[in-house]
């Protein structure tokens, strides 16, 4: 190491600079979180060492991740790993990345149902697994079938389901969430289905942002044209799958709700409730088979 090593506050600085320069939502976090990765420190830790000098090789490993976020590449994706509902996840860009709004279907959950419940559940479009996983974390005695047409997904899915030690209660499906008889789910045998499909119509994605459109799976997010095909094609069969007065949790997007209870209502639900988020828009649309 020569004597002017740059020092963890200096690179942070440049990084945060660099970061800005390019148009990185919360550089100075990114920063952080890269410089963080790179030395396998907190960022804490980075604070109470900025002092310390940086060796050749780490100042290496931090320039290709600081580099790696400023061409827009998910501070998630470049980490491995995301935070939902308070449980840490481990991310690929198979999976789409855990999303804080998605946290209100388990929060409805925990307000319907009693932390001993043996629920019998499903999870339509698994992803990371962070509903499935999150939800037989919170109910102990539940058991889960968690479906992904995507197989990179599932492989996220199920090694999230090891990590929290719920492996043994959920069963990792590859199939279409539409065919839930296909994929052996007898008829109203589900105290809970729970998804979070893809929403996002044609027109609104050509608008996501290229964080977004160039990092997350595309059939993760849009399902065609109007954005409501996979809603329409899981309710039927989520409807069929749920015990009488089985509940439903389904995310849509915030201009969906009207369109939402109309498919509902027409696939045998009653008492369509629509939720909002934390920012104020629809969100989650509960609802009793
Ligand atoms: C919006 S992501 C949700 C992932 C995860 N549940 C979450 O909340 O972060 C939708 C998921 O549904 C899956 N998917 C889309 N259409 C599907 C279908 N017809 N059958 C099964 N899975 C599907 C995608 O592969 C993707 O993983």
Redesign the pocket.
Known sequence: MSAGAPTVREILQKSADFLADRGVDSPALSAQLMLGKALRLTRLDLLLQSDRPLTEAELAAARELVRRRGRGEPAAYILGEKE?YGLAFSVTPA?????PE?EH?VEEAEARFPRDAALAFA??????????VTLAVRFPQARGLA????PG?LAVARDNAARHGVGERLSLV??????LAGLGVAQGSLDLV??????VSEAEYADVSPEVRNFE?R???T?GPTGLE?IA??APGAHAALKPGGLLLL?MGMTQAAAVRGILEQAGFAEVRIRKDLAGRDRVAVARA
């Open positions: 939902f999976c789409l990345i855990p999303r998605t279907i999870d339509l479009g698994t992803g990371s697994g962070c509903l499935a479906v992904d047409r995507s997904a590859q199939g279409d969430f539409a065919d729970a998804a979070n499909p893809p929403y799976p059939g993760a997010l399902p996979a094609a899981l995310e």
